[in-house]
């Protein structure tokens, strides 16, 4: 099936971060087949004719770190330290979660991050990946799987600790079924949680398997000033560091968070290619400024995720680009840090980069993967436009993402998300989510006296 | 007419905070006359019932501090410096303005504002004091207006600094037209820019004036260190230090931003009683941290502002909600400072009290106003609920704001905004906002090539 999208402005992010006026975009066998002014004669038959005038085009936006296993759980650990967000809430939250539980998880956030035009998800990692498999394939998304995995570590939930072997094996288990379906739009990326959680043989090993299978691997990378200690202490170098020493570091091992890094560690990051991903909100409410505009000085690929639910506590993709954009001006008391097409690339090409995926998504380019969101800037929000790409990043909210497509198949239309019964869902989620916390015996303090009056 | 709320979740920010679950609301004369369970025996005649099961009802948002003379240039000034910022950008597009097209921008403000749950402004100031009023009244807001005032500094564009006398004698002018305007929705409060645009004579004179008749001032207080080193070079003292060495700090002086405060200046604060208002994306893109938990454990009245649309740039108290929760958090490395209780006060009761109108607004009580919104928590990006206030302050969006009230009257009734035809209005922002920067001779620098294909 084709789709002309017509007399739309298509903010390519190509190379040239070229911007086509009031241009058309022809999307053949889920590949844009062309960019340009096309008449209806040189259309295939039967292409079905979009008019987008006043309309933009974006890559649809790559979400590069989202825990889709925790969608349940926003609103159950807000404003408690580290510790007892951690050991008291997540953790009993996560492991009480069912498979179904996991299916419905992934399904909330997924229908979350398509109203804030993303396309494709890298999964933190959880413990039940076929349900989140069957949920990215029932909205239609793109996703890289990953299962959270760790041999070693204390005071973790039953279960999660498991044999190095059993951590690989269940992995490669996984990765034979999961990458390459659903025509190539899921795949399958190692995990390491942590350096607390995981052994040196089970990186080294995961290293190897993912080396040899061209695949990714995720890992939780200085987070807090205490995982850098642990790392000294039980390692003789930060995590870093001992990555470094490893051998371990390279374009397929996305370091998470990369808040508390030295000028040394941030220059391991580029010399290594090793790709960094920033997750603004969490990062504020938890961990710190990580030196992103360092990062991305040095020609470290850099994507933004929205990570953890319970943490960022807004899953949505456009917020934190807006974050993204704010916070280190503020923290660098410098107005001209991480400009806007900075930003914008980050949530786009560089976050496709990250994942290394970026020869098939992330900008808009004939023979890339037609991955793309519709933006109707008439909005009280948005208007007006005086400077298009900024007015995108400070400016818009997701309300303004009315259309999203993904490998040429439409996934959301005039705001509908496709592929969903969304009411039904929303039911689902608030009566769900009440049940695992029972479960998983997490009360919360008052805030405020609540008055019955009937 | 009365109106009853019934069955809802009133989120009610009394002095208890308590929230009151399933119950009903009545509206009669503008006021709240009674929370609780009603009968329908007990509703006077005619009262008209509004079934809210499943809604939460706040109190209208206050957004202590907004240009409503710069949202037609929002975009006109991203990603520069504060010179470039302030002198090339902000002062010749605002100083083109028309009373017409302020009367435009604050109208496109307010409905932005409206669907953001705002239902009091404090107007930060500008030169046409009349266009503002006449919007508020036409959207049926609350709001204090404000002239911007100066009587020296340079670099101003013409008309903009005036003799002392002149700017007194124009300020009266307007506070005998407004204060009290529209049945006491519309206050005028006086302005005192900042310490670089107001003489010693301007600020004990104005303070004087607003002393004898009862109202508010705002000044634009600790912006940036050149402020304090100005101040200090030609008063001898910091800003601060300097108001508390006039005599004139106190509870009627708002002190806007306070970003550069040593802890002195903080307990200066207390001990006069003097509101503080911040504005957190402001503070971001362009001034950096204020010290407003410390400004708040003295026990001052801390309100929020969304500030100026070139500057915000989403003019969303929602988000600054949002933002003020996380950011110092971040700067501070403490998850527990500024818990959601806090910051939901700040933009509720605190902002009410920062304005003086806290007899009147800023809580659901009996006798209070009828200043109120709706909230339909029914929205992927807000649900689960496991914690009510953190929800509202962490999760979610102004798209979540359904109805709005103001003394009484709906301004806003299922996500339309009365009084305006909103999509004429777009139009008008759009077309308008190109011709001013035109005449303002304002251009910006191309991001990215624009390529036509037509």
Same mark, same amino acid.
């Given at each position: 099936?084709? /789709? ?15 911007? $086509? ?17 096309? *008449? !209806? ?10 008019? +987008? ?8 936006? /790559?979400?590069?770190?989202?825990h889709t296993s925790q969608q349940l759980g %926003?609103?159950i650990a ?5 510790l007892?967000w951690l050991r008291d809430r997540i953790w009993p939250f996560e492991s009480h979660l069912t498979e179904d539980d996991q299916h419905l998880s992934t ?13 494709? $998800?890298?999964e933190a990692g959880g413990q039940h990946v076929d349900a989140m498999g069957r ?10 799987l990953c299962r959270s995995s760790m041999d070693t570590g204390e005071g973790l939930p039953a279960g999660w600790v498991q044999p190095t072997e059993t951590v690989l094996g269940r992995q490669i288990d996984e990765h034979d079924r999961w ?5 190539? =739009? &899921?795949?399958h990326f190692f995990g390491l949680r942590t350096i607390f959680n995981c052994s040196?043989e089970l990186i080294?090993k995961t290293?190897?398997i ?7 691997i995720q890992m939780h ?21 001992? +990555? ?24 391991? $990051? ?11 909100? *969490? ?5 710190? $400024?990580?030196? &992103? ?13 929205? !990570?953890s639910?319970p ?30 097409? %900075? ?59 009315? !259309? *999203? ?5 439409? &996934?959301? =239309? ?18 769900r989510s009440?049940l695992i916390a029972k479960r998983a015996g997490i ?12």
């Amino acid at each position: 099936m084709s /789709v002309l999208l017509r007399n739309a402005t298509i903010v390519s992010m190509n190379g040239r971060r070229e911007i $086509f006026a009031d241009a058309d975009l022809l999307v053949e066998r889920g590949r844009i087949a062309a960019i340009g002014a096309l *008449s !209806d004669a040189e259309l295939p038959p039967g292409t079905e004719i979009v008019d +987008l005038s006043g309309r933009i085009v974006l890559p649809g936006l /790559v979400d590069a770190h989202v825990h889709t296993s925790q969608q349940l759980g %926003r609103g159950i650990a807000d404003d408690v330290d580290l510790l007892t967000w951690l050991r008291d809430r997540i953790w009993p939250f996560e492991s009480h979660l069912t498979e179904d539980d996991q299916h419905l998880s992934t399904l909330a956030l997924g229908v979350e991050m398509i109203r804030s035009g993303v396309t494709t $998800f890298s999964e933190a990692g959880g413990q039940h990946v076929d349900a989140m498999g069957r949920a990215v394939i029932q909205l239609g998304l793109r996703a890289a799987l990953c299962r959270s995995s760790m041999d070693t570590g204390e005071g973790l939930p039953a279960g999660w600790v498991q044999p190095t072997e059993t951590v690989l094996g269940r992995q490669i288990d996984e990765h034979d079924r999961w990458h390459g379906a659903a025509d190539g =739009r &899921i795949r399958h990326f190692f995990g390491l949680r942590t350096i607390f959680n995981c052994s040196d043989e089970l990186i080294l090993k995961t290293k190897e398997i993912a080396d040899s299978r061209g695949t990714s691997i995720q890992m939780h990378v200085a987070e807090v000033p205490a995982e850098n200690a642990y790392a000294q202490e039980t390692r003789g170098a930060s995590t870093i560091e001992h +990555l470094a020493r490893l051998g371990v570091m390279g374009p397929n091992l996305m370091g998470i968070h990369c808040v508390w890094l030295t000028p040394r560690e941030v220059e391991l $990051f580029a010399e290594h290619r090793m790709p960094a991903v920033h997750c603004p909100s *969490s990062n504020m409410r938890i961990l710190g $400024f990580a030196p &992103i505009p360092d990062l991305v000085a040095a020609g470290v690929p850099v994507g933004i995720g929205t !990570d953890s639910p319970p943490c960022c506590n807004r899953s949505d993709m456009i917020d934190e680009i807006y974050l993204a954009a704010l916070i280190h001006k503020g923290h660098r008391a410098d107005p001209l840090v991480l400009p806007a097409e %900075r930003v914008l690339e980050m949530a786009t090409v560089s976050g496709a980069r990250a994942m290394r995926w970026d020869d098939e998504i992330g900008s808009l380019e004939v023979g890339k993967a037609a991955d793309l969101i519709v933006i109707d800037p008439r909005d009280i929000g948005v208007l007006p436009v005086h400077d298009l790409v900024s007015t995108l990043v400070y400016a818009m909210h997701s309300r303004a993402v009315t !259309d *999203s497509m993904v490998a040429g198949r439409w &996934i959301m =239309r005039g705001r509908r998300v496709l592929g969903i019964d969304e009411d039904a869902l929303l039911g689902e989620i608030a009566a769900r989510s009440a049940l695992i916390a029972k479960r998983a015996g997490i009360t919360l303090p008052e805030r405020s006296p609540v008055v019955r009056v009937r």
